[in-house]
Protein backbone atom coordinates (compact mmCIF):
# COMPACT_ATOMS: atom_id res chain seq x y z
CA UNK A 1 0.00 0.00 0.00
CA UNK A 2 0.88 3.56 -0.83
CA UNK A 3 1.96 5.79 2.07
CA UNK A 4 3.29 9.62 2.51
CA UNK A 5 5.24 11.12 5.22
CA UNK A 6 5.98 14.61 5.63
CA UNK A 7 8.52 15.38 8.21
CA UNK A 8 7.77 18.49 9.79
CA UNK A 9 4.08 18.80 11.55
CA UNK A 10 4.77 22.33 12.63
CA UNK A 11 7.48 25.02 10.66
CA UNK A 12 7.50 28.54 12.18
CA UNK A 13 9.23 31.37 9.79
CA UNK A 14 9.70 34.94 9.35
CA UNK A 15 8.70 36.43 6.44
CA UNK A 16 11.25 36.69 3.51
CA UNK A 17 12.74 33.63 4.71
CA UNK A 18 13.32 30.44 2.45
CA UNK A 19 10.78 27.11 2.45
CA UNK A 20 11.30 23.79 2.04
CA UNK A 21 8.75 20.91 3.15
CA UNK A 22 9.57 17.09 2.65
CA UNK A 23 7.69 14.73 1.37
CA UNK A 24 8.29 10.91 0.77
CA UNK A 25 6.60 8.45 -0.58
CA UNK A 26 6.62 4.76 -0.56
CA UNK A 27 5.21 3.04 -3.98
CA UNK A 28 6.74 0.72 -6.18
CA UNK A 29 5.19 1.65 -9.49
CA UNK A 30 4.42 4.98 -11.52
CA UNK A 31 2.87 8.18 -9.63
CA UNK A 32 1.25 11.03 -9.62
CA UNK A 33 2.63 14.05 -7.44
CA UNK A 34 1.07 16.62 -5.58
CA UNK A 35 1.61 19.42 -3.28
CA UNK A 36 -2.23 21.36 -1.50
CA UNK A 37 -2.41 23.96 0.17
CA UNK A 38 -5.51 24.62 2.72
CA UNK A 39 -5.46 28.77 3.78
CA UNK A 40 -7.25 29.43 7.06
CA UNK A 41 -11.08 28.88 6.83
CA UNK A 42 -10.61 27.84 3.04
CA UNK A 43 -11.00 23.93 1.04
CA UNK A 44 -8.15 22.46 -0.29
CA UNK A 45 -6.58 23.74 -3.30
CA UNK A 46 -3.87 22.53 -5.70
CA UNK A 47 -0.27 24.10 -5.35
CA UNK A 48 1.20 22.27 -8.08
CA UNK A 49 1.36 18.44 -9.41
CA UNK A 50 4.02 16.30 -11.39
CA UNK A 51 3.01 13.58 -13.98
CA UNK A 52 6.20 12.78 -15.88
CA UNK A 53 8.32 14.82 -17.55
CA UNK A 54 10.73 17.84 -16.06
CA UNK A 55 10.78 16.60 -12.21
CA UNK A 56 11.22 20.62 -11.30
CA UNK A 57 7.59 21.59 -11.31
CA UNK A 58 6.27 25.30 -10.67
CA UNK A 59 2.96 25.98 -9.00
CA UNK A 60 0.88 29.02 -8.08
CA UNK A 61 2.52 31.77 -5.98
CA UNK A 62 6.06 31.39 -6.50
CA UNK A 63 6.06 27.56 -5.21
CA UNK A 64 8.20 24.67 -6.88
CA UNK A 65 9.05 20.92 -6.32
CA UNK A 66 11.53 18.67 -6.99
CA UNK A 67 10.68 14.99 -8.23
CA UNK A 68 13.82 13.25 -7.17
CA UNK A 69 12.66 9.37 -7.93
CA UNK A 70 15.12 7.52 -6.84
CA UNK A 71 14.58 9.36 -3.44
CA UNK A 72 11.00 8.59 -3.39
CA UNK A 73 10.75 12.38 -2.52
CA UNK A 74 8.78 15.34 -3.60
CA UNK A 75 10.33 18.59 -1.75
CA UNK A 76 8.12 22.23 -1.94
CA UNK A 77 10.43 24.94 -1.76
CA UNK A 78 9.51 28.30 -2.06
CA UNK A 79 12.81 31.26 -2.34
CA UNK A 80 10.84 33.87 0.01
CA UNK A 81 7.67 32.86 2.19
CA UNK A 82 5.25 36.03 2.69
CA UNK A 83 2.63 36.09 6.01
CA UNK A 84 0.10 35.39 3.30
CA UNK A 85 1.71 31.99 2.87
CA UNK A 86 0.44 30.45 6.48
CA UNK A 87 -1.67 27.76 5.74
CA UNK A 88 -1.41 23.44 6.04
CA UNK A 89 0.31 21.42 3.48
CA UNK A 90 -0.36 18.41 2.23
CA UNK A 91 1.66 16.19 0.10
CA UNK A 92 -0.44 13.15 -1.13
CA UNK A 93 0.56 11.33 -4.37
CA UNK A 94 -2.26 8.33 -6.53
CA UNK A 95 -1.51 5.52 -9.07
CA UNK A 96 -0.59 6.75 -12.49
CA UNK A 97 -3.19 4.25 -13.70
CA UNK A 98 -6.72 5.31 -13.95
CA UNK A 99 -8.02 8.10 -11.85
CA UNK A 100 -7.27 6.05 -8.63
CA UNK A 101 -7.72 7.83 -5.33
CA UNK A 102 -5.23 10.21 -3.73
CA UNK A 103 -2.98 9.14 -0.35
CA UNK A 104 -2.71 11.71 1.69
CA UNK A 105 0.59 12.90 4.09
CA UNK A 106 -0.55 14.36 7.75
CA UNK A 107 -0.05 17.61 6.70
CA UNK A 108 2.71 20.51 7.50
CA UNK A 109 1.31 23.38 9.25
CA UNK A 110 3.54 26.50 8.41
CA UNK A 111 3.08 29.96 10.08
CA UNK A 112 4.55 33.18 8.96
CA UNK A 113 5.26 35.78 11.48
CA UNK A 114 6.55 39.08 10.19
CA UNK B 1 -17.13 28.24 -12.89
CA UNK B 2 -18.59 26.78 -10.29
CA UNK B 3 -16.63 24.26 -8.27
CA UNK B 4 -17.65 21.26 -6.31
CA UNK B 5 -20.15 22.33 -3.36
CA UNK B 6 -21.04 20.25 -0.26
CA UNK B 7 -24.11 20.73 1.58
CA UNK B 8 -24.45 20.98 4.95
CA UNK B 9 -21.46 23.20 5.79
CA UNK B 10 -21.55 22.17 9.39
CA UNK B 11 -23.72 18.90 10.79
CA UNK B 12 -24.36 17.74 14.90
CA UNK B 13 -26.41 15.11 15.53
CA UNK B 14 -26.68 12.52 18.30
CA UNK B 15 -24.54 8.90 18.47
CA UNK B 16 -27.22 6.35 16.58
CA UNK B 17 -28.88 8.92 14.75
CA UNK B 18 -28.49 8.69 10.64
CA UNK B 19 -26.86 11.39 8.51
CA UNK B 20 -26.75 11.87 4.96
CA UNK B 21 -23.88 14.45 3.34
CA UNK B 22 -24.37 15.74 0.00
CA UNK B 23 -21.74 16.51 -2.72
CA UNK B 24 -22.34 18.37 -6.28
CA UNK B 25 -19.23 17.91 -8.47
CA UNK B 26 -18.22 20.22 -11.08
CA UNK B 27 -20.65 19.81 -13.92
CA UNK B 28 -19.04 17.32 -16.17
CA UNK B 29 -16.87 15.23 -14.19
CA UNK B 30 -17.45 11.66 -14.33
CA UNK B 31 -15.11 10.81 -11.18
CA UNK B 32 -16.36 11.94 -7.72
CA UNK B 33 -13.94 10.97 -4.42
CA UNK B 34 -15.10 10.94 -0.54
CA UNK B 35 -12.53 11.41 1.74
CA UNK B 36 -12.56 11.69 5.77
CA UNK B 37 -10.41 14.16 7.67
CA UNK B 38 -10.18 13.86 11.31
CA UNK B 39 -8.26 16.55 13.13
CA UNK B 40 -4.08 16.86 12.82
CA UNK B 41 -4.80 14.26 9.56
CA UNK B 42 -4.56 14.61 6.17
CA UNK B 43 -7.48 13.45 3.90
CA UNK B 44 -8.23 9.86 4.12
CA UNK B 45 -9.79 7.93 1.14
CA UNK B 46 -13.13 6.05 1.73
CA UNK B 47 -14.95 5.75 -1.88
CA UNK B 48 -14.45 6.55 -5.24
CA UNK B 49 -16.85 6.55 -8.32
CA UNK B 50 -16.59 6.22 -12.00
CA UNK B 51 -20.22 7.56 -13.49
CA UNK B 52 -23.07 5.90 -11.42
CA UNK B 53 -20.71 2.78 -10.05
CA UNK B 54 -18.48 2.64 -7.19
CA UNK B 55 -15.06 1.73 -8.25
CA UNK B 56 -13.36 1.57 -5.00
CA UNK B 57 -15.00 1.10 -1.55
CA UNK B 58 -12.21 -0.04 0.58
CA UNK B 59 -11.79 2.95 2.71
CA UNK B 60 -15.50 2.94 4.12
CA UNK B 61 -14.67 2.20 7.55
CA UNK B 62 -17.68 -0.48 7.82
CA UNK B 63 -20.61 -1.13 7.27
CA UNK B 64 -22.49 1.98 8.45
CA UNK B 65 -21.29 4.04 5.41
CA UNK B 66 -22.42 3.67 2.06
CA UNK B 67 -22.28 6.49 -0.74
CA UNK B 68 -24.71 6.46 -3.95
CA UNK B 69 -24.38 8.18 -7.30
CA UNK B 70 -27.94 7.39 -8.90
CA UNK B 71 -27.01 10.04 -11.83
CA UNK B 72 -24.08 10.15 -12.14
CA UNK B 73 -23.66 13.36 -10.55
CA UNK B 74 -24.46 14.31 -7.21
CA UNK B 75 -23.27 12.16 -4.60
CA UNK B 76 -24.72 11.60 -1.28
CA UNK B 77 -22.40 9.70 1.91
CA UNK B 78 -24.64 8.14 4.01
CA UNK B 79 -23.76 7.15 7.86
CA UNK B 80 -25.97 4.70 9.61
CA UNK B 81 -26.00 4.61 13.76
CA UNK B 82 -23.25 7.29 14.38
CA UNK B 83 -20.70 7.35 16.54
CA UNK B 84 -18.63 9.64 18.45
CA UNK B 85 -15.61 8.49 16.13
CA UNK B 86 -17.00 9.39 13.15
CA UNK B 87 -16.90 13.54 13.67
CA UNK B 88 -14.57 14.39 11.31
CA UNK B 89 -14.78 16.89 8.05
CA UNK B 90 -15.66 14.62 5.53
CA UNK B 91 -14.50 15.94 1.92
CA UNK B 92 -15.63 15.39 -1.56
CA UNK B 93 -13.44 15.80 -5.00
CA UNK B 94 -14.39 15.04 -7.94
CA UNK B 95 -11.93 15.61 -11.21
CA UNK B 96 -12.71 14.83 -15.54
CA UNK B 97 -12.22 11.71 -15.44
CA UNK B 98 -11.28 9.47 -18.70
CA UNK B 99 -7.35 10.38 -17.81
CA UNK B 100 -4.34 9.55 -15.48
CA UNK B 101 -3.13 12.55 -15.29
CA UNK B 102 -6.23 14.53 -13.79
CA UNK B 103 -6.18 16.92 -10.57
CA UNK B 104 -8.66 16.10 -8.24
CA UNK B 105 -10.78 19.77 -7.36
CA UNK B 106 -12.15 19.68 -3.88
CA UNK B 107 -15.20 21.23 -1.93
CA UNK B 108 -15.34 22.95 1.34
CA UNK B 109 -16.03 19.43 3.08
CA UNK B 110 -19.13 18.77 5.53
CA UNK B 111 -18.15 19.09 9.47
CA UNK B 112 -19.56 16.27 11.35
CA UNK B 113 -20.42 16.37 15.05
CA UNK B 114 -21.16 13.86 16.85
CA UNK B 115 -22.39 13.84 20.54
Known amino acids: AQSVSQHNHHVILSEAASLELGCNYS??????LFWYVQYPGQHLQLLLK??????LVKGIKGFEAEFIKSKFSFNLRKPSVQWSDTAEYFC????????????FGKGTRLSVIA | GAGVSQTPSNKVTEKGKYVELRCDPI?????LYWYRQSLGQGPEFLIY????????DSGLPNDRFFAVRPEGSVSTLKIQRTERGDSAVYLC?????????????FGPGTRLTVL
Open chain 2, 93 to 105: ASSPGGSSYNEQF
Open chain 1, 27 to 32: YGGTVN
Open chain 1, 50 to 55: YFSGDP
Open chain 1, 92 to 103: AVNENSGNTPLV
Open chain 2, 27 to 31: SGHTA
Open chain 2, 49 to 56: FQGTGAAD
